[in-house]
């Protein structure tokens, strides 16, 4: 089997708008977080009007939808689009979280969720990848050399946690990736 890497920054030649990239990123990494225009200027450290240009262009386009909510315009994925579902395991596989699924999930027993946290939970670039796996019975050893494969994909680092269940504080804070259907257990 071939060692396939996934380029660090494979949309970057596809979309050049650096801004648009960063609101794809930000929105379809996690489809559960929403944003105003002020907001996402800050988190993104973008200046409004180029952020402003390219929330109308994704309006637009009809990937993004919005609400008045007072006299801000909240933005958030468009779940109705025909292409959310693509965009989604686009920037997935962008960001690693797809390898972290595919490597991890089907090669380790007992395991019943998977987390991301941090910066990618949040709809942020990140060179890392933190992640929660729950589930009982754990092999820690065993994770930690699949985390390696995931790394060696990716290029980005991995930082597994094992926990018998997702703590109450790390729900805001985390994206849950995939979780055991229940009659496989």
Same mark, same amino acid.
């Given at each position: 089997?071939?060692?396939?890497?996934? &380029?660090?920054?494979?949309?970057? &030649? /596809?979309?050049?708008?650096?801004?648009?990239?960063?609101?794809? !990123? =930000?929105?379809?990494?996690?489809?559960?977080?929403?944003?105003?225009?002020? @907001?996402?200027?800050? +988190?993104?450290? %973008?200046?409004?009007?180029?952020? =402003?240009? %390219? /929330?109308?262009? !994704?309006?637009?386009? @009809?990937?993004?939808?919005?609400? /008045?909510? @007072?006299?801000?315009?909240?933005?958030? *994925?468009? +779940?109705?689009? &025909? /292409?959310? +579902?693509? !965009?989604?395991?686009? #920037? =997935?596989? #962008?960001?690693?979280?797809?390898?972290? $699924?595919?490597?991890?999930?089907? =090669?380790?027993?007992?395991?019943?969720?998977?987390? $991301?946290?941090?910066?990618?939970?949040?709809?942020?670039?990140?060179?890392?990848?933190?992640?929660?796996? #729950?589930?009982? +019975?754990?092999?820690?050893?065993?994770?930690?050399? !699949?985390?390696?494969?995931?790394?060696?994909?990716? @290029?980005?680092? *991995?930082?597994?946690?094992?926990?018998?269940?997702?703590? &109450?504080?790390?729900?805001?804070?985390?994206?849950?990736?995939?979780?055991?259907?229940?009659?496989?257990?």
């Amino acid at each position: 089997m071939k060692n396939l890497s996934i &380029p660090i920054d494979l949309l970057g &030649p /596809l979309i050049t708008s650096k801004t648009r990239l960063k609101l794809l !990123l =930000r929105f379809f990494l996690n489809h559960n977080l929403s944003g105003y225009l002020q @907001g996402l200027s800050k +988190e993104l450290d %973008e200046n409004t009007n180029s952020i =402003r240009v %390219e /929330l109308n262009r !994704l309006e637009e386009a @009809g990937i993004l939808s919005s609400e /008045l909510e @007072g006299r801000r315009k909240l933005y958030r *994925v468009n +779940e109705q689009h &025909p /292409l959310t +579902e693509n !965009l989604t395991a686009i #920037v =997935r596989k #962008v960001t690693g979280v797809d390898a972290l $699924v595919d490597r991890v999930v089907g =090669r380790l027993p007992g395991l019943e969720q998977v987390w $991301v946290c941090g910066n990618l939970a949040q709809g942020l670039q990140s060179e890392t990848i933190e992640c929660v796996l #729950v589930g009982e +019975e754990l092999d820690q050893a065993y994770i930690e050399e !699949l985390c390696s494969r995931v790394e060696e994909l990716t @290029g980005k680092t *991995v930082n597994a946690q094992v926990s018998t269940a997702i703590q &109450p504080e790390q729900l805001g804070q985390c994206l849950l990736v995939w979780a055991q259907e229940t009659g496989e257990k």
